[in-house]
Nanobody, 114 residues
Framework: QVQFVESGGGSVQPGGSLTLSCVVS????????WGWYRQAPGKQRDLVAT???????SYADSVKGRFTISRDNAKNTVHLEMNSLKPEDTGVYFC????????WGNGAQVTVSS
């Protein structure tokens, strides 16, 4: 059974930075595509960044140029570096399979506020 443990959330002012990490267990990490999802208050959970095979990545328009996703196959870990944070980036961030998400972890709370 796959499990996700997210960490690195916190509260920052607009323009600040945070880096999230997600350790994945119970899956063949290196052969899968991984994604970071964001659930803003009162809204659905949306995919914001995807780490594909090799070093290929893709991003939602709302975070493109500000967020960077990376993967460490040796440590079964996915990272999300977030820069130039905006209040609308506030939400709970989850990692999961990029294509067919399954059981969710607890997520990491990110709050951007002045």
């Amino acid at each position: 059974q796959v499990q996700f443990v997210e960490s690195g959330g916190g509260s920052v002012q607009p323009g600040g930075s945070l880096t999230l990490s997600c350790v994945v267990s119970g899956s063949t990490f290196s052969i899968n595509n991984w994604g970071w999802y964001r659930q803003a208050p009162g809204k659905q959970r949306d995919l914001v960044a995807t780490a594909l095979g090799g070093r290929r990545t893709s991003y939602a328009d709302s975070v493109k140029g500000r967020f960077t996703i990376s993967r460490d196959n040796a440590k079964n870990t996915v990272h999300l570096e977030m820069n130039s944070l905006k209040p609308e980036d506030t939400g709970v961030y989850f990692c999961n399979y990029a294509t067919y998400p399954t059981d969710w972890g607890n997520g990491a709370q990110v709050t951007v506020s002045s």
